[in-house]
């Protein structure tokens, strides 16, 4: 049985950090292309970054500079580094799973909520 699960989520004033992390079970952690999306109340789930099996990260644009995404194969987790949040940043997070080769099975953790007080 395949599980992301998330933790680490809260309540932070703006300026300050959190550390988002997604640990993995039943997939093979190492050949799957890991990201991190948000969803906001009332907007569409959008992507935040990815990190491939090799190591290479995207982010988008509205948080390149504050957050880090990373992951750590022998523990099966991926991490996301928040840094100088804003208001703006206040959704739900979710963990990705992509497997990188076809049919490319894709997988999603349950969430965890970011609220970033002004």
């Known amino acids: 049985q395949v599980q992301l699960v998330e933790s680490g989520g809260g309540l932070v004033q703006a300026g300050g950090s959190l550390r988002l992390s997604c640990a993995a079970s039943?997939?093979?952690?190492?050949?799957?292309?890991m990201g991190w999306y948000r969803q906001a109340p009332g907007k569409p789930r959008e992507l935040v970054a990815t990190?491939?099996?090799?190591?290479?990260?995207n982010y988008v644009d509205s948080v390149k500079g504050r957050f880090t995404i990373s992951r750590d194969n022998a523990k099966n987790t991926e991490y996301l580094q928040m840094n100088s949040l804003k208001p703006e940043d206040t959704a739900v997070y979710y963990c990705?799973?992509?497997?990188?080769?076809?049919?490319?099975?894709?997988?999603w953790g349950q969430g965890t909520q970011v609220t970033v007080s002004s």
């Open positions: 990190i491939s099996t090799s190591g290479i990260t």
């Open positions: 039943g997939i093979a952690f190492g050949l799957n292309d």
């Open positions: 990705n799973a992509k497997h990188s080769v076809w049919p490319r099975a894709i997988y």
